[in-house]
């Protein structure tokens, strides 16, 4: 099946610092990826789609200024946490979706592992 | 607004039960719908997708059901194992923008 990794898994920072997430489609091409984020005992938020090569769309309450998201391949997204703060301390998953008539990954969302964001 | 609900919110069940559980949605107009697993500080597992022309899907002991038109589904666990223990998310799959709307999540545990 459709393989998609993050990269790191798990990661501390202090506060004020940047923070890049990693995601990857292995073995099928992306044209959309998602970000996601959870709060403990909470279900999954939507952030963010992206397209590749083209500007990411916000969800409503998400500063795109502060969560930057890059596409630039159809088998990587990036997700930078800018001047990262405690309050975004969370569990980032990204998801991506596999190209228009590519029956094994287009149907659905294909998720990564998750990432695990401290800033202390 | 599609909203996505789940019930119950916890369950705990003694190893070799049955079970149901719990999603149901405001909006019939979906695409497919997904049942995953999340272990405690981990990722998701997708377990079993109904695309909105089916009515069940079954992969060993758990089987999906999908009543679109009262906006129901179902995730049936048979002979339920401590592994199983975990949080059952279900999501929507809206056509219009391919964007997932996630219940709550059902944490089940599973009694030795």
């Known amino acids: 099946g459709a393989v998609v990794s993050q990269h790191p898994s798990r990661v501390i920072c202090k506060s004020g610092t940047s923070v890049k997430i990693e995601c990857r489609s292995l073995d099928f091409q992306a044209t959309t990826m998602f970000w996601y984020r959870q709060f403990p005992k909470q279900s999954l938020m939507l952030m963010a789609t992206?397209?590749?090569?083209?500007?990411?769309?916000?969800e409503q309450g998400v500063e795109k200024d502060k969560f930057l998201i890059n596409h630039a391949s159809l088998t990587l997204s990036t997700l930078t946490v800018t001047s990262a703060h405690p309050e975004d301390s969370s569990f980032y998953i990204c998801?991506?979706?596999?190209?228009?008539?590519?029956?094994?990954?287009?149907?659905?969302?294909?998720f990564g592992p998750g990432t695990r964001l401290t800033v202390l | 607004k599609q909203e996505v609900t789940q019930i119950p919110a916890a369950l705990s069940v003694p190893e070799g039960e049955n079970l149901v559980l719990n999603c149901s949605f405001t909006d019939s107009a979906i695409y497919n719908l997904q049942w995953f697993r999340q272990d405690p500080g981990k990722g998701l597992t997708s377990l079993l997708l109904i695309q909105s022309s089916q009515r069940e899907q079954t992969s060993g002991r758990l089987n999906a059901s999908l009543d679109k038109s009262s906006g129901r589904s179902t995730l049936y666990i048979a002979a339920s194992q401590p592994g199983d223990s975990a949080t059952y998310l279900c999501?929507?799959?809206?056509?219009?923008?391919?964007?997932?709307?996630w219940g709550a999540g059902t944490k089940l545990i599973i009694k030795p």
């Open positions: 998801s991506a979706r596999g190209l228009a008539g590519d029956p094994s990954s287009y149907n659905e969302q294909f």
């Open positions: 999501a929507v799959d809206l056509d219009s923008n391919y964007q997932l709307i």
């Open positions: 992206s397209n590749e090569g083209s500007k990411a769309t916000y």
